[in-house]
């Protein structure tokens, strides 16, 4: 069964740096480009960065270019998000987003349940 | 960027009712469109993708139609589990969403 379980999220203050995780299972990782998508509390959802199935290409909203980097460990079927500077309105839900290609398509076929963080002072 | 809009924001139903949500885009995105549905505290499902593809497991009542710029996300009979809220994406540049459309009981 696929299973994407996302961690790392929390309470962080403004100008500060998180880094989430996403675990896979259940499918081939480096078969698929991945994504993180997120959603603010109560709104609708925002892709923000995806990452090609060999790792070798990332692409990012511009809402978080320069601030964000995606990547993954082919080797241990992760995926992470560095989040540095965040601001007040990255707070929202992240999900980690299985793409149905490996060079990244945009379509989501598969999603984690998300993991929440909250920029505040 | 592409912009996407969807409409109504909200609508009212009763089960059985043939429910039609609609979505535009704001330049050609050929039928480069998905549909998900998302219910509360859950993670987006993918239900349609090119527009009317139906997603593997996705119950029958559930169809997609449209080109270019005009999608229309139908329900033909809806049923209890169909309560939720609704998600247009094109994909054929980046990836952008609907606001989404809440579908509730009337």
């Known amino acids: 069964e696929m299973q994407l379980v996302e961690s790392g999220g929390g309470v962080v203050q403004p100008g500060r740096s998180l880094r989430l995780s996403c675990a896979a299972s259940?499918?081939?990782?480096?078969?698929?480009?991945m994504h993180w998508v997120r959603q603010p509390p109560g709104k609708g959802l925002e892709w923000v960065s995806l990452?090609?199935?060999?790792?070798?290409?990332?692409y990012y909203a511009d809402s978080v270019k320069g601030r964000f980097t995606i990547s993954r460990d082919n080797s241990k079927n992760s995926l992470y998000l560095q989040m540095n500077s965040l601001r007040t309105e990255d707070t929202a839900l992240y999900y980690c987003?299985?793409?149905?290609?490996?060079?990244?398509?945009?379509?989501?076929?598969?999603w984690g349940l998300g993991t929440l963080v909250t920029v505040s002072s | 960027d592409i912009q996407m809009t969807q409409s109504p924001s909200t609508l009212s139903a009763s089960v059985g009712d043939r429910v039609t949500i609609t979505c535009r885009a704001s330049?050609?995105?050929?039928?480069?469109l998905a549909w998900y549905q998302q219910k509360p505290g859950k993670a987006p499902t993918l239900l349609i993708y090119?527009?009317?593809s139906l997603e593997s497991g996705v119950p029958s009542r559930f169809s997609g139609s449209g080109s270019g710029t005009e999608f229309t996300l139908t329900i033909s009979s809806l049923q209890p589990a169909d309560f939720a809220t609704y998600y247009c994406?094109?994909?054929?540049?980046?990836?952008?969403f609907g606001q989404g459309t809440k579908v509730e009981i009337k």
């Open positions: 990452i090609s199935g060999d790792g070798g290409s990332t």
């Open positions: 259940g499918f081939t990782f480096d078969d698929y480009a």
């Open positions: 330049q050609n995105v050929d039928t480069w």
């Open positions: 994406q094109q994909y054929r540049s980046s990836g952008t």
């Open positions: 987003a299985k793409d149905w290609r490996v060079g990244g398509s945009y379509l989501f076929d598969y």
């Open positions: 090119k527009a009317s």
